[in-house]
């Protein structure tokens, strides 16, 4: 059903010459499950839909359209949701259409119609749009996904919005957080990004969650970095996430508390070199790029042995689980 849903929304968006990306949980699954092969012992069906739009009368049109497709029905007390017609009997698989761009009231915030008084966060949508990703879904199909750097920001916005009542951003962005050194970098972390290794003892773990907030800061404008520095610098939310969080990595090797450090994509950070971002405390953290000795290379291969192990074990459970409920291509 998933697949039908991206079929009609990525007609329709082309025929509309309208820029597009998926993201949330389906983001989620489709790069960390169906391109990386992780089981992330998560799922979902809902389709999330971030679209760049110049006007609210625009947004009705993209609605009336997937209406018109006869495939889509609105939902009478969402204004952003449309059901997609799974089947006779079934109220259909929920398709939210997540407008940013042009219908923006002031800095980062949309007002959803037609009262306008449920306000809704959209900074970093910009941002993830341009750092999103194609992904051919099935022959002949390619969508733009939120890159997995984008989707953390948007996962950590999301939580400081609406966490009190619903902790499943957090746990998302834990996820992220735990799988992005093996989701296609355990090349750069033995490369250009050696450094990041080396300063946390060849954890390459945590070595790949540090990543990930650097990758998030290169990705992100500074006054969207502001505002994650300023929601990460509350100590008693910063709290609140990290117990969220915890709930993913319960019955795991590694707590959740030692992520801490990799949340943040660092205050004052700025782009330097090849527009990667750098950070005062995170040079000081780096030692100054210390020379690896022997030891250092015994414990660089054991760790990248162990680490293609772990992938390997990772990929291989995630087949049968893929076989018996796939989340992309159910």
Not at 18 to 46: K, S
Not at 266 to 285: D, L, N, V
Request: net charge positive; hydrophobic share 40%.
């Amino acid at each position: 059903m998933t697949l039908a849903v991206l079929t009609f929304v990525d007609r329709v968006m082309r025929e509309l010459t309208l820029d597009y990306f998926v993201t949330g949980a389906m983001a989620r699954d489709i790069l960390l499950y169906n391109v990386f092969g992780f089981d992330t012992g998560l799922g979902t069906l809902d389709v999330d839909l971030a679209i760049a739009l110049d006007s609210w009368p625009q947004f009705d049109g993209v609605k009336a359209r997937l209406v018109e497709t006869g495939a889509f029905t609105p939902d009478s007390g969402k204004t952003h949701r449309l059901f997609y017609r799974g089947g006779a009997g079934q109220k259909g698989y929920p398709l939210d259409l997540l407008p940013f761009g042009g219908v923006e009231q002031g800095p980062n915030k949309i007002a959803w119609p037609p009262d306008f008084s449920v306000v809704m966060n959209v900074a970093g949508y910009r941002e993830a749009l341009a750092a999103s990703q194609e992904v051919e879904v099935r022959p002949g199909l390619v969508v733009r996904v939120a890159s997995l750097p984008g989707l953390a920001i948007l996962k950590l916005f999301a939580w400081a919005d609406r966490g009190a009542e619903n902790p499943k951003d957090a746990l998302d962005l834990a996820t992220l957080l735990r799988q992005y050194g093996a989701a296609g970098n355990e090349t750069r972390l033995f490369g250009d990004e050696i450094g990041l290794l080396e300063a946390l003892g060849y954890d390459l773990d945590l070595a790949g969650a540090r990543l990930l907030g650097k990758d998030a800061a290169r990705v992100t404008t500074p006054a969207t970095r502001d505002q994650v520095v300023a929601r990460l610098d509350d100590a008693m939310r910063l709290h609140r996430l990290l117990s969220d969080m915890a709930r993913t990595f319960r019955g795991a090797a590694r707590p959740a508390t030692p992520l801490a450090s990799s949340l943040p994509v660092g205050a004052g950070a700025t782009a330097s070199g090849e527009g990667h971002p750098r950070t005062a405390a995170r040079s000081r953290a780096l030692g100054g790029g210390a020379a690896v000795g022997s030891s250092g290379r015994e414990r660089r291969a054991h760790s990248r042995a162990s680490y293609r192990q772990r992938a390997s074990r990772a990929t291989e459970s995630a087949r049968p689980s893929c076989r018996r409920a796939p989340p992309l291509f159910a």
